[in-house]
């Protein structure tokens, strides 16, 4: 399998200065570097003066992580297109898959809170959906041209580049029917430099779970990354993705292509112990991102909350361990992990542990426990050999 490690960092109360916040980011990719995981990812997130997602920039984070690492890939899970400039984001990433000598890794994302939309760019407010699909997959493409063609152009309802009625005289820029009109000296496209080091760009991902962006994403050649659904209840959405995608590129997909799945991970020498370190971190975040989101995602099939109450009445670790819950010893971790891959022929994992209030000493010793007793059984070398 693929190991990646998740890097959404918390910083409660904000009682640490950031910079030693950024230390303890390095010394995770630093170590993953060394011993053998695939992939790292950073987050996107704004105004958390709460100490909760505190990296607002994902792409200069990578970029420092890169700089620090050799081996293992480095992106963005995921960067929140639809709060910037497409042009200036397409740039910044061609820049960094050069700087990570081909490296990167482009996850992309809508947002998830009306705080940080309405306040980034007011158009990607997610409480309107139809507004904010449409501005996603129009940066998206303006992003993809930007990447593979020499010179671009585009015009849509958010954006039209270039900008009509420009001219741009020089004896170094000859006008040329490529980009300028002969005729008139107007500028009929323009030119990102540099494009991507990987051809014909770095591999693109969606953070997806509903059946809209699970379809947008496989009809569109972006890989589909996601978190909070048991297993058995991840079992129709790889479907829906496999099927969809198999229709969109004419060929036959497995289950598990082109998908990752992110999970919260915390390992230790017994399931007591995980739960006493580990417990009350993952519940404190899910009691801030799910009152937004509900518990409606952590459901089995077929099963519903009972009526009445709040909506997270029944969040407790009790309730939620079964579901999603990569916390325990070794031996259950790689059991919860087998599964997946007996279920949905899992190829891609995500893991996060580094939980509001939980020591990074802490977080160290799981991530340290997982790479030497649950990685081995896992290795890349069977994901290969599956795949022929």
């Known amino acids: 399998m693929h190991f990646g490690y998740f890097l959404n960092q918390n910083n409660i109360g904000l009682t640490k200065p950031f910079h030693e916040v950024v230390e303890e980011g390095r010394e995770i990719a630093s170590y993953c570097d060394r011993n053998g995981w695939h992939s790292i990812w950073t987050t996107e ?11 607002p920039n994902p792409i200069l984070m990578t970029a420092d992580l890169a700089a620090r690492t050799e081996q293992i890939r480095v992106g963005q899970a995921a960067s929140i297109i639809t709060f910037h400039h497409p042009i200036r984001l ?32 007011p158009a990607s407010d997610v409480r309107n959906s139809e507004l904010n699909r449409s501005l ?68 693109l991902w969606q953070v997806i779970d509903t059946p809209p962006s699970i379809q947008f994403a496989a009809k569109n050649d972006l890989q589909g ?34 998908v990752a799945l992110v999970r919260d991970l915390f390992v230790t020498e017994t ?11 993952i ?14 995602n952590h459901m089995f099939p077929g099963e519903v909350l009972p009526h009445g109450g709040g909506k997270l009445d029944h969040l407790s670790y009790e309730w939620l361990h079964p579901r999603n819950l990569l916390f325990g010893s070794p031996e259950y971790v790689a059991e919860q992990i087998q599964e997946m891959r007996d279920k949905l022929n899992l190829k891609t994992l995500l893991l996060w542990s ?5 020591p990074h000493e802490a977080v160290m010793d799981s ?12 290795p890349e070398e069977q994901l290969r050999s599956e795949m022929v």
């Open 354 to 358: 580094s939980f509001p209030g939980v």
């Open 283 to 296: 519940l404190t975040y899910l009691e801030w991102v799910c009152h937004f989101r509900g518990l409606g």
């Open 136 to 203: 996603f997959a129009e940066t998206l493409e303006v992003m993809r041209r930007c990447w593979t063609e020499e010179f671009f152009s585009f015009e849509g309802e958010h954006f039209t580049f270039p900008q009509p009625g420009l001219t741009f005289e020089h004896s170094m820029s000859p006008a040329t029917g490529a980009n300028t009109d002969v005729e008139t000296g107007e500028i009929t496209a323009l030119a990102v430099v540099p494009r991507p080091l990987q051809k014909p760009h770095p591999p």
């Open 225 to 258: 990354m996601f978190w909070i659904p048991p297993t058995d209840a991840m079992v129709p959405r790889f479907e829906m993705y496999r099927d969809a995608a198999s229709e969109a590129r004419g060929e036959e997909l497995e289950m598990g292509d082109g």
């Open 271 to 281: 399931m007591e112990e995980a739960e006493r370190l580990g417990g009350q971190g």
């Open 45 to 55: 997130h704004h105004f958390g003066h709460e100490g909760l997602e505190v990296c």
């Open 90 to 121: 397409a740039e910044d990433l061609a820049m960094l898959d050069h700087m990570s000598a081909g490296r990167l890794e482009v996850g992309v994302g809508r947002g998830i809170y009306p705080r940080e939309a309405v306040n980034m760019n």
């Open 367 to 378: 991530i340290t426990m997982f790479t030497e007793q649950v990685m081995p059984l896992f």
